[in-house]
């Protein structure tokens, strides 16, 4: 929805506004087999760097690769075939001293017009994801099907998220309850995991607008297979603000 849509794009303004690398800005030409080399500003973590060619001189780059000095060694983080306006290039975190991009094959002189280094976390870092697995202070599973939780106080949540278990059935329809007293329950979310059987992966819901409650009930209508699916304390992370 709309409001989802602005917290991504608060999301990528806070991940580029802090470049990592000193000196990305400054444009270079290269031919087949150049290379640069970038210093980072400190020590902290990337797992994303950005490409950029200069396309009002044209699209040349054909291969290229990155490689980040960690140690004494170059480590390569990535490779491509085309850099074009933009293309972000994803690794595993790591903390290298360098960074060098290596264009392999170009049509005559690629202009490159910018390298930068970022750190992404991962999309749940951007709110207080609560696992249950983890028993938070004062929080209690008080019945296991319906799955329902007392928080112990009064939360602000935004959301969950549900992790399918490979060896288990999978939940495909729910509905998700908030109470304040564990005795009168408000529906917040009445909805399906549409794609979860052929795309078994993490599932994020989040609620049309912020709730505050301190139980939360999580009932499982129906399974990817027709059977009874129930919620596990495992597979639930509580979004809150």
Same mark, same amino acid.
């Given at each position: 929805?709309?409001?989802? /849509?602005? =917290? ?79 293309? /972000? ?66 939360? @602000? ?13 999978? @939940? ?19 909805? =399906? ?49």
């Amino acid at each position: 929805d709309s409001r989802r /849509l602005i =917290e991504f794009g608060d999301y990528l303004s806070y991940v580029f506004k802090n470049d990592k690398l000193s000196d990305g800005h400054n444009a270079w030409r290269a031919k087949p087999g150049d290379f640069k080399e970038f210093d980072m500003k400190d020590g902290d973590p990337i797992n994303t760097i950005l490409l950029q060619e200069d396309i009002l001189k044209g699209q040349r780059v054909e291969v290229f690769k990155v490689e980040g000095l960690i140690g004494s060694e170059w480590i390569k983080l990535g490779e491509g075939t085309t850099i074009g306006y933009k293309r /972000l290039i994803k690794f595993d975190d790591c903390t290298p001293s360098k960074i060098r991009v290596t264009i392999l094959e170009t049509r005559e002189k690629a202009a490159m017009k910018r390298v930068g280094a970022y750190f992404a976390p991962a999309i749940d870092d951007s709110f207080n994801s609560m696992p249950i697995s983890n028993n938070p202070s004062g929080w209690k599973v008080i019945a296991n099907d319906p799955f329902t939780l007392d928080m112990s106080k009064t939360m @602000v949540i935004e959301g969950f998220t549900y992790t399918p278990d490979p060896q288990k059935e999978s @939940v495909f329809a729910y509905t998700v309850e908030i109470s304040n007293d564990g005795k009168n329950w408000k529906e917040v979310r009445n909805n =399906e995991f549409a794609n979860i059987k052929n795309n078994p992966i993490k599932q994020r819901v989040m609620f049309k607008q912020q709730v505050k409650a301190r139980f939360i009930r999580f009932q499982s209508l129906v399974g990817i297979d027709g059977g009874n699916a129930p919620f596990a304390p495992t597979q639930i992370k509580i979004l809150t603000k």
